[in-house]
């Protein structure tokens, strides 16, 4: 089996992971203090806030904005439910727009419609590492007094117009074993915002600046030295890993000829007047270079059209050892918990019909250049 994800686990996370064990300082060290400064060197930001996981840094940047009861928070359906959750654990609301269909991130020109006065906040989500349209998020946010959190749990090494992903508003990563550079498990905010620092640095340690003296309400998510370990020596490999990524991501964009599939873009995304789902071309004709866009491909995610059954496809390719993913297959508006919450009482067409459409095929740093032949093959047989 192609696997979809294939952590690279090699000698100098297990180096340094040693070093951790024997110097006895396991929690909060001075590992996470050095990959707080270099994931921050990386996304251009003056502050990184190492924390526990990527759904404990979404909820503790909406907390440091002051997202709390009666709020709303605009994000989008078609992400996983991490992104969702973090705003109702403030108490606040999440509010759904729909999506673009080329870049499956929030469309802007449905934000604006959305907005009350108790609007605090947009949650952009850079999905499968492909970066939002950032210029005009921002230009909305700015309009109307808006906080921007940014989900880039999936986007390190992502930019627009060569600004980092995370580097806009506040950013939120996560670093879970799958991701581009991951520590097993962990999360990192990015902000160049000095309150804002101080404010989540106390909320992942119960409020606490001085040892023993809690100023705030707060929480236990705090990252250990051994998690940190292993996400630095990573994070060292962050431009050789983005780097393969795309290189793979290319051969995939070349020589997948299958009609019966929607390639992902990866470059200019010109927004074309009255597209619609129906009637596009059978695959991307976007170039992947020369675009503000620069993807971090997390994910491979191609569509499904002219007859050809999502679910099929995969159990194909299944069977003759393509791994697949499907990211994701119920959107958030329609999850079991957040209808009786009362939150999914919304129709957002597009991010329905992707839902029922998309898949991903491997793209990681450990495919061989036969791995792709092989994977390009099993494709145009679909």
Request: glycine share 8%; net charge negative; proline share 5%.
């Amino acid at each position: 089996m192609i696997p979809i994800s294939k952590p690279q686990i090699g000698d100098e996370e297990k180096r340094l992971v040693m070093q951790v064990l024997d110097s006895g300082m396991l929690v909060q060290g001075p590992r996470v203090a050095e990959l707080e400064q270099r994931w921050a060197e990386a996304c251009q930001t003056k502050h990184a806030i190492a924390i526990s996981n990527g759904t404990a840094a979404l909820h503790t940047a909406l907390l440091a904005h002051g997202i709390g009861p009666g709020d709303e928070v605009i994000t989008v359906a078609f992400t996983f439910i991490a992104s969702v959750n973090s705003i109702i654990y403030c108490g606040a609301r999440p509010v759904f727009a729909d999506i673009d269909p080329i870049t499956f991130n929030i469309d802007p020109d449905t934000i604006e419609v959305l907005i009350t006065p108790r609007t605090k906040a947009i949650m952009p989500v850079h999905l499968y590492g492909h970066p939002a349209d950032m210029q005009r998020i921002m230009a909305i946010a700015q309009k109307y007094g808006l906080a921007v959190i940014e989900d880039a749990a999936q986007a390190i090494g992502a930019s627009y117009d060569d600004k980092p992903a995370g580097s806009f508003g506040t950013g939120c990563f996560s670093l879970y074993a799958t991701k581009n550079v991951m520590s097993a498990e962990g999360g990192m905010i990015t902000t160049n915002d000095d309150a804002i620092a101080k404010r989540c640095r106390l909320i992942r340690a119960h409020g606490m600046e001085k040892r023993y003296y809690h100023d705030m309400l707060g929480f236990n998510f705090r990252m250990s030295d051994l998690h940190a370990a292993i996400g630095l020596a990573q994070l060292s490999r962050l431009e050789a890993i983005t780097q393969q990524r795309k290189a793979n991501a290319e051969f995939m964009n070349a020589n997948i000829n299958n009609p019966r599939l929607v390639l992902p873009s990866g470059g200019n995304l010109k927004k074309i007047e009255n597209e619609k789902l129906e009637g596009e071309q059978s695959n991307s004709s976007f170039s992947i270079l020369n675009s503000k866009f620069s993807h971090a491909w997390h994910q491979y995610t191609v569509r499904v059209q002219n007859g050809l059954d999502r679910d099929a496809a995969v159990a194909k390719l299944t069977a003759v050892g393509i791994g697949t993913g499907v990211f994701y297959p119920v959107p958030a508006h329609q999850q079991k918990h957040i209808r009786e919450m009362g939150f999914g009482d919304v129709t957002l067409p597009i991010t329905e019909q992707l839902a029922k459409e998309v898949f991903s095929l491997p793209v990681h740093p450990a495919l061989s250049p036969s791995d792709l032949e092989e994977i390009v093959h099993e494709v145009n047989q679909l």
